[in-house]
């Protein structure tokens, strides 16, 4: 049972190139999403996706986008890296919404923009 | 901004120890959660209070809540070693659904053996 499955674990980007983050999960789960964690921060909410279908934006979307491609799986995309987006990046996934169900975390993705 | 506010931001005790955790928050909320991340992995959900509950047990986990305070507390009975961690409070914001959920800074645990 692999649960949250996050590529790459590591990559390295020059300011201006574009990358995907992918994200899939094997639990079934309906709401997915995407956080940054910086040094000495909680995590902050990028995107999320309520449902298949579905997203919507957190607390800081700017220079990012997301696609839920089918139940499983949910894409970030940096289409201009910046510097002030290195950061690791998390995925999680809950059976419904959070107000009654924990999320479920992959190991995360570590970006560095240069 | 941050709604989670996790007090201390770090400790350090000797194992067997109990460990202490606090957080405040700002707004109405459905429930609050705690959860652990060892170096370099994902968060990994410890316990749920929900808020009409004042406290919960999960084996050597503690957590208060107290709505009219807007803090909760994580208590580690008797701790390990492998308890050594960061820490954090996470609230679902009601206002939008419940999704966008809040994490504190974290408080970070040193157990030394």
């Known amino acids: 049972n692999a649960g949250v499955t996050q590529t790459p674990k590591f990559q390295v980007l020059k300011t201006g190139q574009s990358m995907t983050l992918q994200c899939a999960q094997d639990m079934n789960h309906n709401s997915m999403y995407w956080y940054r964690q910086d040094p000495g921060m909680g995590l902050r909410l990028i995107y999320y996706s309520a449902s298949e279908g579905t997203t919507d934006k957190g607390e800081v979307p700017n220079g990012y986008n997301v696609s839920r491609l089918n139940k499983r799986e949910f894409s970030l995309r940096l289409e201009s890296a910046a510097p002030s987006q290195t950061s690791v990046y998390f995925c999680?996934?809950?059976?419904?919404?959070?107000?009654?169900?924990?999320?479920?975390f992959g190991d995360g993705t570590r970006l560095s923009i240069l | 901004s941050q709604q989670g506010e996790e007090d201390p931001q770090a400790l350090s005790i000797q194992e067997g120890e109990n460990a202490t955790m606090n957080c405040s928050y700002k707004t109405s909320i459905n429930n609050l959660q705690w959860y652990r991340q060892n170096s370099g992995r994902g968060l990994v959900h410890l316990i749920l209070?929900?808020?009409?509950?004042r406290e919960k047990h999960s084996g050597r986990l503690r957590v208060t809540l107290d709505t009219s305070k807007k803090s909760s507390s994580l208590l580690i009975t008797a701790s390990r070693a492998a308890d050594t961690a960061s820490y954090f409070c996470a609230t679902a914001d009601i206002d939008t659904g419940g999704f966008k959920t809040i994490f504190g800074a974290g408080t970070r645990l040193f157990v030394k053996a």
């Open positions: 999680a996934s809950s059976a419904r919404t959070v107000l009654d169900q924990p999320q479920h």
């Open positions: 209070i929900r808020s009409n509950e």
